[in-house]
């Protein structure tokens, strides 16, 4: 049976951005006649901000887009994480290089934008040095999947990623590790999002592939963007969704405009949405 979700951190009220993925994985959810998950991703509770996860339960019931199930939580799923990490102990290590260490000698951006970490302590830490993250050990592997929309992904993790936290330096574990294990809980078997996330996946197989997980299918529409080319979110200003919205997020996904959920399915055509990292939002 399909199973999807919508994962939204709360940060802030439902935005245009955020309404594009949630209604793009509910629709593709019940054009398979499949159960359409909530989870809300708030880990990251210094980012976190009070009533925003009710906020975007209610926009979310507000716009007809019912989900199966509770919603799930998280900040309640830490002995989860932790028990994956133990089952990864033995390619994991501990890292005390500051972020201006790592800038320093970085092997350059990799392919999300982030530093390439360099490997500088797999072999151990220096001396006077205190452990400040715990890092995966990565291979010269080549990670394939094929994208519903954007096509055949490929890349290197050790050369374009390097090795990746799983425990960050505040104690937080890190998205990828939780990403994973959460999906996998709830039997996960597509993963629609926006493509700001598409350079993400190759790691989060890699973790799925060393837990014994299964690999969904995996679906990543064009990120919503403002005129500036920046993402929309709360930090660059989204508005809150008002109304309706429904027939703008259609259009913006390629699809034929409607305020009409059920005709929405019929309708559904992941062929349609545009073969594009990011696309403006027009206002």
């Known amino acids: 049976?399909?199973?999807?979700?919508?994962?939204?951190?709360?940060?802030?009220?439902?935005?245009?951005?955020?309404?594009?993925?949630?209604?793009?994985?509910?629709l593709d959810a019940r054009a398979a006649r499949g159960r359409w998950l909530v989870r809300?991703?708030?880990l990251d509770a210094p980012r976190v901000e009070p009533g925003a996860a009710d906020a975007i339960l209610r926009a979310l019931d507000r716009l007809g887009l019912a989900r199966d199930g509770a919603v799930e939580y998280q900040s309640r799923r830490t002995p989860d994480y932790k028990a994956a990490l133990?089952?990864?102990?033995g390619q994991t290590y501990w890292c005390?290089?500051?972020r201006r260490e790592i800038a320093d000698s970085s092997l350059g951006l990799g392919a999300d934008g982030a530093q390439i970490y360099p490997g500088s302590c797999r072999g151990g830490i220096a001396p006077g040095k205190v452990p400040r993250a715990l890092r995966l050990t990565t291979t010269h592997e080549e990670i394939q999947f094929v994208d519903r929309v954007q096509g055949k992904q490929r890349q290197?993790?050790?050369?374009?990623?390097?090795?990746?936290?799983?425990?960050?330096?505040?104690?937080q574990f890190a998205y990828q590790l939780a990403v994973v294990v959460d999906?996998?809980?709830?039997?996960?078997?597509?993963?629609v999002r926006g493509a700001d996330l598409l350079d993400s996946t190759a790691r989060q197989i890699y973790l799925q592939r060393l837990l014994g997980y299964p690999t969904p299918r995996y679906l990543h529409?064009?990120?919503?963007?403002?005129?500036?080319?920046?993402?929309?979110?709360?930090?660059?200003?989204?508005a809150p969704v008002r109304g309706h919205g429904l027939a703008r997020a259609l259009a913006f996904l390629g699809q034929r405009e409607t305020d009409d959920l059920a005709e929405a399915v019929r309708n559904?055509?992941?062929a349609a949405i545009p073969r594009q990292r990011a696309a403006v939002a027009a206002p």
């Open 1 to 26: 049976m399909y199973v999807g979700r919508f994962a939204p951190s709360p940060t802030g009220p439902l935005h245009f951005g955020s309404l594009v993925a949630a209604l793009a994985s509910w």
């Open 40 to 42: 809300i991703e708030d």
């Open 86 to 89: 133990d089952r990864l102990s």
């Open 96 to 98: 005390g290089c500051t």
């Open 156 to 171: 290197f993790l050790d050369t374009e990623i390097g090795d990746f936290v799983l425990l960050r330096a505040d104690g």
């Open 183 to 191: 999906d996998a809980a709830q039997g996960v078997t597509d993963v």
């Open 221 to 238: 529409v064009p990120t919503a963007v403002n005129a500036a080319g920046e993402k929309l979110s709360k930090q660059t200003g989204a």
């Open 268 to 270: 559904w055509d992941p």
